[in-house]
């Protein structure tokens, strides 16, 4: 019987990379703070002003998040390409947008995301 467990532990220690990464797109936990900040630093990163998140509820490990955003048009496709990117499983659900009154103004963004825990 232990040398079952002993073999399987073993087997187990070689997906470790995988088991992480699954782990990393799926936490246990919504980990809210840990998706703020990377909403914070992916919009900084990508010459955005992140003005609000608005959270949209939580329930059977799906998790609604509402951003509104501030900037440049390639900004906000590279904050796209971040969330794609992502570790953590990010599904963008709704974009919409304003245009500035003046041409020296910015564009307002406002991203509804959905993301998942288990």
Known sequence: YFSQIKEISKQLEEYTDSLNKISSALPETP???SL??????SASQT???LGEI???GVSEG???VTCRLTGDYPGF???LLALENSARMIEVE???FESPEKPTES?????QIKTYSY
């Open 54 to 56: 608005i959270l949209g």
């Open 31 to 33: 980990s809210l703070p």
């Open 94 to 96: 709704e974009i919409s």
């Open 107 to 111: 564009f307002t963004f406002v991203v």
């Open 62 to 64: 799906k998790i609604r």
């Open 47 to 49: 010459g955005l002003v």
């Open 77 to 79: 496709k590279n904050f």
């Open 36 to 41: 703020f900040n990377f909403l914070q630093l």
